[in-house]
């Protein structure tokens, strides 16, 4: 995930309309290129080295369990279906390209709402792991 929050500055708006356009185009090898040649740029701006190594036995995780390498350890997501599950079912019956893109565009309202670990482990009754 390339922290675009901290990229979004009035100054960088062409760049920002710029992927946007290529991304609503499907052509998401274009657009994985464009996204790739910001990386020194992004990592200037924010100050922040946007890869990680990753070793062979956590690829072969996040390729059977899941997960994400740029994530770990630096972010939890929790997410919330307003609409019940069946917004989920409908959204994975969507026709698809090649790209495996949704053929008509999908919008979704999301929130992100920042809470303290102890709140998160009481609200959903999930435990963090230890710090090792």
Known sequence: MLPFNRFA???NQPLIDT????????DMQAYQRKIYSLVPRLEKQTGMNIYKEVSEEK???????GGYP?????????GKVIDGLGVIDK????EKDSNNRPNQDLRMMVTIEEMPRKEIESKYGYKFPAKQ
């Open 9 to 11: 500055k009035p100054s």
């Open 19 to 26: 992927l946007n356009q290529i991304y609503m185009t499907g």
């Open 59 to 65: 690829i072969k995780a996040y390729t059977t369990v």
């Open 70 to 78: 740029s994530l770990d350890g630096d972010y939890t997501v929790f």
């Open 91 to 94: 959204i994975a019956r969507l």
